[in-house]
C-alpha cells in the first residue's frame, strides 16, 4: 500500500498535477498517442521477447501468421537473437539478390548459424564472400555437375550395396529408414567430396555424420547462451568432441598429398588422376595464391554440413509421401527402371517424374521455414522504404510462400506430377488419374528462378544439380527394392526448431522387400 504522509501531501500532488498537466499538454498538441506508447512501451517490449522465445519453437507459425497478415508487404518476426525481415514479393527479392555480399551477406549468416569457430576445427569465416570463394563455385557448378556421368554408375551399385546390407528382412532388426538414407547420401557425398580412398572408411564417415549433429548442438547452445560466456563454453564443448578432430586428422594427409603431387605434376612427373572435390577445389585456387591444405578441407567441411543432411532429408520426406499416396510407386518404378535411366545415368539429367514428384515434396515439406537469409552487415533499406538496421536478418518466407495460394493452385494438395510439362504429362498410361492443376507453369526441380528452395539470384545453391541427381537416385533405389507402408497415415512426420523441419525418426514407415509380382 502506497502511504502518502502530509508533509509529502504537496509532492505528491505536485506529481499527479504535473502529470495531469504533461497529459494535457501533450494531448493538447495532439501527442497522446505518444504518452500511450511511453507508458506500453514496457509492455511491447516483454511481449517482443516472449515472441523472440517462441520463435525456438514456433517459427514457421510465427512466420506463417506474418505472412498471412501482411498481405505481401515485408513483415518483421523476432527470434530471441535478431529480428528477421520477411519479403515475398519478386521485386524485393531480386533486391536482396543483387545487394553486394559486403551489404546483405549469406556467409555472414550461416557464420552465426554455425558457429564453425568453435563447430569446425577453428575455421573462421570472413563474413564476406570475397573472390577467394570462386574456386567453390567453380567445383560444385562445372567440376562436379559435369562429372555426374562418372559418379552415378559407381554410387547405384556401392548405395544398392548398402541397402542390402542395412535391410533385414526380420522386422525387428530393421534399421530406421532415416539412417540408411543418411548412409547412402555419406557415401555418395564422400566419394564426391573426398574420393575413392575415403569412401570405405567407416570410422571417418562416421565422424563426418556425428560431426554435423555436434556442430549443430555447439553452435545452438553458443548462441543461446549469453554472450559473455558463450566464447569460453564453446571452446570448452569444441574441445569435447573429436569428430571435427577425426575428420581433419583423416584429411590432412590426403590434401597434403594431393598438394605434393601438384608440384610434381609441375616438375613433369606422372601422377595418379583424381576425380574428386579436393582435387578440383585445389586445381581450381589461385595459381598466384593456391589454397592451403588446411583451407580445403575447412571448405570441405562447410560442404558436408550444407549438403549431407539436406539431400537425407529430402530424399525422407519423399519417401513418406509415396507412402502416403501410392499411385505414384507405379510410373515412377516404370521410369526408372526403363531406358530413361541410362540417359540419366549418362547426363546426370533426367527422370521428369521423379524430377516432379521430389519437387512437389520439397514444396509441402520444405527443410526450412526461410530461405535467402543474409544478415545484413551495413544497415540497408528496400526500395520500398523498409529498413533493415545492421547486424539483422532479412529473408523470404519459403514455407508460406509455397502454400499460398497466389502462388499455387491448391497449395495444400499433394500433386506428385504438378511440376511435369504439359507433354509428359499427357504420354502417361492412365495420364487422367495424375492432375495437375497448372501444368503451364511446370518447371524442373534444379529451376531456382521461381523456387526459393535454392535460394536467390548469384548465391543460389551451386551443389543444386549434384544434389537432385543424387536424391533421384537413392530415391529410385528406395523405391524400386522396397514396399513402402506408412501405418498411421496421421502420425506427425516432423519436428520443428527454430525455421528447421526435420523427418522425424519415429514415423511408422514399414519397409518391406517389393512384393514379386510388382
Ligand atoms: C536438398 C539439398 C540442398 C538444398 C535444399 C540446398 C539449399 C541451399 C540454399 C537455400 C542456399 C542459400 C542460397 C541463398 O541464400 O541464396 C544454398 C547455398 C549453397 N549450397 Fe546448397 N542446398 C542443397 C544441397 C547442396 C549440395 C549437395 C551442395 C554441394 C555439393 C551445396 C552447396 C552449396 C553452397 C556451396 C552454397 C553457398 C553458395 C554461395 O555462397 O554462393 N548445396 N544451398
Known sequence: MLLIL?????????????????????????????????????VTLIQKRITAWRFLLEA??????????????????????????????????????????SVLSLQAAAKELLQPQYSMHGFNWFDERGADGIPLLRTLRGRLTSSLPHFLPAT?????????????????????????????VAHTNALAFFGKELVHNKPFIKATLDFVVKTIIIAEIVRI??????????????????????????????AEQRLA?????????????????????????????????????HELMALWFGSC?????????????????????????????????????????????????????SRLSPLDSMSSRRKALQSFHLSDGTFIERGHWIATPLRAMMRDPANYAQPLQFHGFRHLDPSTLASLEHSQSFESPE??????MTDATEWQVWGTGRLSCPGRFYAVAGMKQIFGLILTKY????????????????TCNVPRRSTPLVLRARAASE
Not at 551399385?157 to 541397402?163: C, K, Q, R
Not at 560466456?229 to 569435447?240: D, T, V
Not at 526403363?338 to 514428384?357: H, I, K, N, R, V
Not at 501444368?439 to 524442373?444: C, H, I, M, R, T
Request: proline share 8%; with cysteine; hydrophobic share 40%.
Open 156 to 184: 547405384r551399385l556401392g548405395n544398392s550395396a548398402i541397402f542390402d546390407e542395412m535391410f533385414e528382412e526380420n522386422e525387428e532388426k530393421r534399421p530406421c529408414i532415416n539412417d540408411m538414407v543418411l548412409e547412402t
Open 60 to 101: 514457421p507459425q510465427l512466420i506463417q501468421d506474418g505472412y498471412a497478415n501482411a498481405n505481401g508487404s515485408p513483415y518483421v518476426v523476432y527470434s530471441p537473437d535478431w529480428a528477421h525481415t520477411f519479403v515475398s514479393s519478386k521485386k524485393l527479392i531480386e533486391e536482396i539478390g543483387a545487394a553486394p555480399d
Open 261 to 297: 603431387e601438384r608440384e610434381l605434376k609441375l616438375l613433369g612427373h606422372k601422377v595418379p588422376e583424381h576425380k574428386d572435390c579436393i582435387q578440383w577445389l585445389m586445381e581450381q585456387s589461385s595459381k598466384t595464391n593456391p589454397w592451403t591444405a588446411e583451407r580445403i578441407i
Open 439 to 444: 501444368p503451364e507453369k511446370a518447371l524442373p
Open 6 to 42: 502530509p508533509h509529502q501531501e504537496a509532492s505528491a500532488t505536485f506529481l499527479v498535477g504535473s502529470c495531469a498537466l504533461g497529459l494535457s499538454v501533450l494531448y493538447g498538441a495532439g501527442k497522446l498517442h505518444d504518452l500511450l506508447w511511453i507508458l506500453l512501451y514496457p
Open 309 to 361: 543432411h539436406s539431400m537425407a532429408m529430402s530424399i525422407i520426406f519423399a519417401v513418406h509421401d509415396l507412402s502416403m499416396h501410392p499411385e505414384y510407386v507405379q510410373p515412377l518404378r516404370k521410369e526408372f527402371e526403363g531406358p530413361a535411366y541410362d540417359s540419366f545415368e549418362a547426363t546426370g539429367e533426367g527422370l521428369p517424374l521423379m524430377d516432379s514428384f521430389l519437387k512437389e515434396s
Open 483 to 498: 514396399d513402402l507402408e506408412m501405418v498411421d497415415k496421421e502420425a506427425p512426420r516432423s519436428a520443428h526448431w527454430r
Open 225 to 254: 547462451l549469453p554472450a559473455s560466456i558463450s566464447p569460453a563454453i564453446g571452446r570448452f564443448l569444441s574441445n569435447q568432441f573429436n569428430a571435427h578432430k577425426i575428420i581433419h586428422e583423416t584429411l590432412e594427409p590426403v
